[in-house]
C-alpha cells in the first residue's frame, strides 16, 4: 500500500530483443514503456523491466516470473511479434496464458494500420495468466504509443475483472473506459 492507502500497482516491461539483450544497440523500447506509464496512469505503479532474447522458452518463463512470483498485475512485452524464425513472443505468451484476448491484437493493427502497412506482420497478442495481463507491442520504439494509446483504454476496467489494483488515468491525457455500475 502506498502512503495514500492505494495498493501499489506493479507492471513488468519485457524487451525481447536479441541485440538489445547482448547490448549491440540500446534498448529503446522498455524505457519507451516506462515513459508512457508515467505519462497516462495516475495511480502509483512500479515497473519491474527485463531484456531478453528471442528465446521462447526463455520469454515464457520471464513472463510466468513476473506473473507469479513479481505478482504483475499488467505485463507488457515489445519485439518478436513478426514473421521472422526467431519471432515467437506471441507463442511464448500463449505458451503461459490460460486465456487468450485476440481483441487486444486486432486494434492494435487496425489502428497502426492506418500509419503504417507493414502493421500487417505484427502477431502481437494478450492474454492472461492468474491475475495477471499480458500485451504484447511490436519492437519498433515508435510502434509503443500508438499501439498503447489503441488499448489503454480497456486495461484498467481488465485488472479490475482478475481482482488487481484500482488504476485511474490522468483523463487529460487517456480516459479509461469502465462500464456504469447498475
Ligand atoms: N528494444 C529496442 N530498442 C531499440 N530499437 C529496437 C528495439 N527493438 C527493435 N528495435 C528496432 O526496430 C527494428 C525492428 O525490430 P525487431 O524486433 O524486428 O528486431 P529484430 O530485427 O528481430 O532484431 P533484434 O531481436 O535483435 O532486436 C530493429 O531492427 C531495431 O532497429
Ligand atoms: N504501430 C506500428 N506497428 C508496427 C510497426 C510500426 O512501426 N508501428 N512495425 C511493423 C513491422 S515492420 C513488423 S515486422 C511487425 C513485427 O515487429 P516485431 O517483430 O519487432 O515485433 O510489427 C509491425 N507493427
New binding site residues.
Given amino acids: 500500500m502506498s502512503a495514500a492507502g492505494e495498493s501499489l500497482a506493479r507492471i513488468g516491461v519485457v524487451t525481447?530483443?536479441d541485440r538489445a539483450s547482448r547490448g549491440e544497440y540500446a534498448d529503446l523500447g522498455g524505457p519507451a514503456i516506462a515513459e508512457y506509464l508515467k505519462e497516462v496512469l495516475s495511480s502509483p505503479f512500479e515497473v519491474i523491466a527485463r531484456v531478453i532474447p528471442d528465446e521462447r522458452a526463455g520469454i515464457a518463463a520471464t513472463l510466468a516470473d513476473l506473473a507469479d512470483r513479481e505478482r504483475c498485475c499488467l505485463i507488457v512485452t515489445?519485439?518478436?511479434?513478426?514473421?521472422?524464425v526467431r519471432?515467437v513472443?506471441p507463442e511464448a505468451t500463449a505458451d503461459v496464458c490460460s486465456k487468450m484476448l485476440p481483441g487486444f491484437g486486432e486494434q492494435?493493427?487496425a489502428?497502426?494500420?492506418t500509419?503504417?502497412a507493414?502493421?500487417?506482420?505484427?502477431?502481437?497478442t494478450a492474454g492472461i495468466r492468474g491475475q495477471s495481463l499480458i500485451v504484447?507491442?511490436?519492437?519498433?520504439p515508435?510502434?509503443?504509443r500508438?499501439?498503447l494509446d489503441a488499448v489503454f483504454p480497456a486495461i484498467p476496467y481488465c485488472i479490475d475483472l482478475l481482482e488487481g489494483p484500482f488504476l485511474t488515468t490522468d483523463e487529460s491525457r487517456l480516459v479509461a473506459f469502465r462500464p456504469k455500475k447498475k
Avoid at 515489445?78 to 521472422?84: K, L, S, V
Fill in positions: 525481447v530483443s515489445t519485439g518478436g511479434t513478426g514473421p521472422a519471432d513472443t492494435m493493427r489502428v497502426s494500420l500509419k503504417v507493414t502493421a500487417i506482420l505484427s502477431r502481437q504484447n507491442l511490436p519492437g519498433q515508435r510502434a509503443i500508438e499501439c
